[in-house]
C-alpha cells in the first residue's frame, strides 16, 4: 500500500509527539513492505510567526493532496493572555476542519489496565470502561456567527445546527454502535436549547433505522456526573461539538492522562488524526510530554484511515507492553512509589520502537 501522509506539527509540543508518530507509522510500513510518503507543513501560532496567517494556503493545498494528515497540537500562552487578538492559532485548526469536511471526531477511551492507578477515578469504578466517542465537529458555537457591541461590553456566540449535519454523524455514529455493544447514547440539551431539540428530533428519527441498537437521550450535565459516577454504563456517545469538546477532555481522567487519548477527525476524503491534548507551552522543550497520544493516533490512522487493522493492532498491542513493562512518562507515573520507570518524550519514542521490532522479530520466530 501506498499512501500519502502530512505532517503538521504545530505548535508547542506538537513536534516533539508527532516526531514518534511519524517513527511509529515509518516502522509499521518498514515491517508491513508500505510506502508512506510524507511532507510536512505548518499550522497555527507556529504559521502565523513566518506567514501571518494561521492556515496558509500552501498547507491547505498539501493537505487536500495528502491520505491522511498527522497532527501535533496548537495554542500559544499570548493568545490566551490576549483575548484581543483578531490573528490566532485556533483558527486555523477550525478552517481546516471546515475545508476538507472533517464533520465526525472519533475519541476513542482506550484504558490501559496498567493505568488504572493513573486516574484520579476509583480502580474498581473504571474497570473495563471502554467508550467511543462521536463528536460533531463543524457545526455549533465554533462556526456560528459572533458578535461584539461597540462598546465591547456585550458579546454573543450563534449555536446553530443543521438537520443534515445531525444525520451525517448520527448515521457514522450508529453503524459503529452496531459494530460494537449495539448501544448509543445521544448527549444534548434539550430542555432548554433550540438547537438540540432539533438535534434530539433528528437523532430519534434516525434511530428508527437502527432497531438493533438501544438508544438513550442524555442531558449534558447528567452525562457529566455519570461518564465519572459510572463510566462503564456508556459505550457509543454521540454529541454536538462544544459538549464533545468538554466531556472527552473530562474523559481523559478515566484514561490517566490527556497523554493518552488518540482522535480522529473524518469526513468523506481525507483523515486528520491527532492527540486530543494542548501545545502544553509550559512543558515544551523540557522532554517532558507523552508521545503516546500520537502514535496512538497513527494506529488510528492505520485503522480508520487505510483500513489497516492488523497494523493498528499491533502498535497498539506494543504501547500495552511498554506500559506492562513499568515504563511511563511523567503524566502518568505514580510519583508515590518507584516501581516505574519514568522516561523523557525521546526515550519513550525509542522504547516503543524498539518493543515493535522485537515484538515482530518474536511472531515471526515462532
Known sequence: MKK???????????????????????KIAEIFGHEFVFDEALM??????????????????KARKSDAILFGAIGHAMYD??????????????????????FANLRPILLFDELL?????????????????????TGDVYF?????????????????????E??????????AAQQRSKKLCSVDKANVLESSRLWRETVQEIAKQYPDVETEHMFIDNAAMQLIKNPKKFDVVLTANLFGDILTDEASQIAGSMGMLASASVGESTGFFEPIHGSAHDITGKDLANPLASILSAALMLEI????????????????????????THDIADQTTNRFKVLGTAEMGKLVLKFLSQKVNTTTQA
Open 4 to 26: 500519502n501522509i502530512l505532517v503538521i506539527p504545530g505548535d508547542g509540543i506538537g513536534p516533539e509527539v508527532t516526531t514518534w508518530g511519524k517513527a511509529a507509522l515509518e
Open 44 to 61: 497555527g501560532h507556529a504559521a502565523i510567526e513566518v506567514t501571518g496567517e494561521p492556515l496558509p494556503d500552501e498547507t491547505l493545498e
Open 81 to 102: 493572555n490576549d483575548p484581543s487578538l483578531k490573528v490566532r492559532p485556533e483558527q486555523g485548526l477550525l478552517k481546516i476542519r471546515k475545508e476538507l469536511g472533517l
Open 117 to 137: 492507578q493513573a486516574s484520579s477515578i476509583k480502580p474498581e469504578i473504571l474497570r473495563g470502561t471502554d467508550i467511543l466517542f462521536f463528536r460533531e465537529l
Open 144 to 164: 456560528g456567527e459572533k458578535t461584539r457591541s461597540e462598546d465591547r461590553n456585550t458579546a454573543s456566540d450563534l449555536m446553530i445546527y443543521h438537520r443534515y
Open 166 to 175: 445531525v444525520e451525517r454523524i448520527a448515521h457514522k455514529a450508529y453503524q
Open 305 to 328: 484511515g487505510f483500513g489497516l487493522k492488523d497494523e493498528a493492532k499491533l502498535l497498539v498491542d506494543t504501547v500495552d507492553e511498554v506500559l506492562k513493562e513499568g515504563f511511563r
